[in-house]
């Protein structure tokens, strides 16, 4: 064997030795960025499940809201309803006491007594006392 076949020989040994240093590197760079896409995976995957979750609780907050919107609508309903009946009592009541004021527009004498209430002047009395 000549020198130069031993110093082309040498030459490919360190070149094959520098190649495999390489590999080495590269094998490692590798994993790493495979461990790195687990990670990732497993990021994405718990991203899934809380989006999935989210959606969930939104379904049933909306059908909450919608319950709590129809209830809200007929207690509102009912309570417009009852303002109506109390606008409508309370106007049929003035009318009355209107009515009954001019019909006793003469002043009383001081002697008499006032006239006994009847049994609907009573309840009419009562009714507006109980609307004050």
């Not at 080495?24 to 687990?38: E, Y």
């Not at 049933?60 to 009946?85: I, M, N, P, Y």
């Not at 209107?98 to 009562?126: F, K, V």
Request: positive net charge.
């Amino acid at each position: 064997m000549t020198l130069a076949a031993l110093a082309y020989e040498a030459l490919v040994c360190l070149l094959l030795a520098a190649a495999a240093i390489m590999c080495w590197r590269v094998d490692r760079r590798l994993r790493a960025l495979r461990s790195g896409q687990d990670g990732l995976k497993d990021t994405i995957t718990a991203l899934n499940d809380a989006v999935d979750r989210a959606r969930a609780s939104l379904a049933a907050l909306d059908r909450a809201s919608k319950e709590q919107g129809a209830a809200l609508r007929s207690d509102v309903d009912a309570a417009r309803q009852l303002s109506d009946e109390l606008r409508f009592l309370t106007d049929q009541g003035e009318a009355q006491v209107q009515s009954r004021l001019s019909r006793r527009e003469r002043p009383m004498p001081p002697a008499r007594r006032a006239p006994e209430r009847t049994d609907d002047e009573r309840d009419l009395h009562h009714a507006l006392k109980s609307l004050r």
